[in-house]
């Protein structure tokens, strides 16, 4: 029982390790070796040997440590086979036999002075443009926030295989494109920062607002999306738009308490109990929303969303909330971002603030949209409004409508008590 029970905490030391440190050791293995790809390699053979190895010998005094000189050593007999006596291999060599003479692999698994930069360069290498948006969360996943491949298939819900497939053509493409392990100059970053910013908020958004599956909250994948965020707020203190997005899922993740019942089923805005709502992520999100606004460049697309977020947030009822504020923030949205889930978001706010009536005309304009056609969104909105107006044979067509496409389990039993609701009504 003592040898098993070890062996399961040497394997959750493994596990605690890799998810805090991974992103530092890729880094360091392609700042050490030029190549992304193969760093990222020798990171997972260097894991699997921890698997190993921690829980016959015992967790290491500095696993970090230990974890990236196994995966220098991996580099080297590579090196090796390849017969690449280079300057790199020689630079890898002479590290290797100071671990060895020391008989500790050195306190500092990586340049100090360089942390930041690599976890940086990692992060926008991983969102590189030249990949699909699906590659580039896959790979953010893998390799920024550590997750293992059937972490992220269970996170974005297909095979593992897919998720493989995924990082394995990300990788090539990446080799391909000759993309180099730095962080852009410049004048490419501020391109490039939005690639990274985009893919945070699409992990986040899935994380907080399931579209499939059985629970509506996946909190696994919202706070590694938060995690990521609150880690690239710090690397690029000047971004006002990095700010932004972290004061806007501190805000989100902060009702997440209140969002969902004992059942798992979802609780409505007008009915959660705000004393549940997590104070201390308001306060972190209204901090960081308040230095995106000192930065002096005007707050974004995100920022603009941590702003309603903001309202949300500080209101003490569902009446007592700002709607005409929020309704405005949406036409700025609108302006900086527009797409038809704003412009249905500001019709909702515009139904708080001046009723269904003139909120309706704004969803109906709506209708001829292809993407919104695929979507339950646009018919349970169109149903609510309908049904605070009194017509409720066609509240109960649209809110059946949204029955149909909706794929979240727990999102569809909402829709279905609407429907019931009404049919009590009549």
């Not at 030391?13 to 700042?31: D, K, N, Q």
């Not at 269970?154 to 990446?174: F, G, H, S």
């Not at 700002?322 to 889930?341: F, G, K, M």
Request: glycine share 6%; proline share 5%; with cysteine.
């Amino acid at each position: 029982m003592g040898e098993a029970s070890g062996a399961t905490v040497s394997r959750a030391a493994v596990a605690a390790v890799w998810r805090i440190e991974s992103a530092r050791i890729v880094g360091a293995l392609t700042r050490y070796t030029g190549d992304f790809a193969l760093a990222e390699d020798l990171a997972q053979e260097a894991l699997a040997e921890a698997l190993v190895t921690w829980p016959r010998d015992g967790v290491p005094r500095t696993p970090a440590a230990w974890l990236l000189t196994v995966g220098r050593r991996r580099a080297i007999d590579g090196f090796r086979r390849r017969a690449a006596r280079d300057e790199r291999y020689a630079l890898l060599a002479h590290e290797i036999r100071e671990d060895a003479r020391t008989g500790q692999p050195g306190e500092f698994p990586w340049d100090p002075d360089q942390i930041d930069d690599d976890i940086l360069a990692l992060m926008f290498i991983s969102c590189h443009p030249v990949l699909s948006r699906e590659a580039r969360i896959a790979l953010t996943l893998r390799v920024v926030a550590g997750l293992t491949s059937d972490e992220i298939a269970r996170a974005c819900l297909v095979p593992t295989a897919t998720v493989q497939a995924r990082i394995t053509r990300a990788k090539k493409t990446l080799a391909e494109a000759s993309a180099t392990f730095e962080v852009p100059p410049a004048e490419e970053r501020a391109k490039r920062l939005s690639s990274v910013l985009n893919v945070i908020y699409v992990i986040f958004t899935e994380g907080s607002s399931a579209t499939s599956g059985a629970s509506l909250i996946r909190l696994d994948m919202a706070s590694e999306a938060l995690r990521l965020a609150r880690m690239l707020s710090r690397l690029t203190p000047r971004s006002a738009e990095a700010h932004g997005l972290l004061a806007l899922l501190e805000l989100t993740a902060a009702r997440f308490p209140a969002r969902t019942g004992p059942d798992g089923r979802p609780v409505l805005l007008d009915e959660q109990d705000r004393r549940r709502w997590d104070q201390g992520a308001i306060r972190r999100g209204r901090a960081a929303l308040e230095h995106a606004q000192t930065l002096g460049s005007g707050l974004g697309p995100y920022g603009v969303q941590a702003a309603i977020a903001q309202c949300h947030a500080i209101a003490s009822s569902i009446n007592e909330t700002d709607w005409h504020r929020i309704s405005q923030l949406y036409e700025t949205l609108a302006r900086l971002a527009p797409s038809p889930i704003v412009e249905l978001n500001r019709a909702v706010a515009v139904s708080m603030s001046r009723g269904p009536a003139a909120a309706l005309p704004m969803v109906d304009a709506l209708a001829t949209d292809e993407g919104l056609a695929r979507s339950h969104l646009l018919p349970s909105v169109r149903g609510e409004l309908l049904a605070r107006l009194g017509r409720e044979r066609e509240a109960r067509a649209e809110l059946s409508r949204a029955i149909e496409l909706c794929r979240n389990e727990q999102e569809r039993g909402v829709l279905q008590a609407k429907v019931a609701a009404l049919g009590n009504s009549t």
